[in-house]
């Protein structure tokens, strides 16, 4: 899970579909970057985890999800519209730009954790139960040795 710590977040620029942008490379907060599509079964079981973990952790981490849909808000406004997701957001990748680089032939789903100085710290491949116990720890536990090793 931590075979590519250290690699950086990189400068990518993403939409909502309100067309309010977010630049990867601006944040200074440590975030779990989500990479996920609708058309994917263990994307879609996940997302209500993603969420609970994003309130579970709120003010220490930001849980970006990052759709994959080549057809953006079309397919992810109504997905996001018929659940009732308290934390996470609908930015769009349509063009696959973080899966190229971060995802192992395309697969999804691919989350990674960064730290306040945009490292990568932990990476799981595949479908995660997020909001476990042995997740939130996990998750706190990589936030707590970033920022002792960053010096925070």
């Known amino acids: ?13 993403f939409n909502d579909p309100e067309g309010n942008t977010l630049n990867l490379g601006e944040l200074d907060s440590p975030v779990l970057v989500n990479l996920w599509a609708t058309w994917c079964a263990p994307c879609v079981i996940e997302m209500p985890a993603l969420d609970n973990l994003a309130g579970e ?29 308290q934390y996470l957001e609908q930015w769009l990748d349509p063009e696959n730009e973080l899966a190229l680089a971060f995802s192992d032939g395309g ?7 960064f730290d ?6 932990l990476r799981v491949a595949g479908g995660y139960e997020w909001d476990s116990e042995e997740a939130i720890a996990r998750v706190s536990e990589a936030l707590v040795e970033a920022e002792g090793v960053g010096g925070a």
């Open 1 to 13: 899970m931590r075979a590519f710590a250290g690699t950086e977040l990189p400068p990518l620029t």
């Open 107 to 113: 697969l999804l789903p691919v989350t990674i954790l």
């Open 116 to 121: 306040a100085e945009g490292k990568e710290i």
């Open 57 to 85: 952790l709120e003010g220490d981490l930001k849980v970006l999800t990052i759709s994959q849909d080549v057809r953006g808000a079309e397919v992810v406004q109504p997905f996001f519209a018929a659940r009732d997701f």
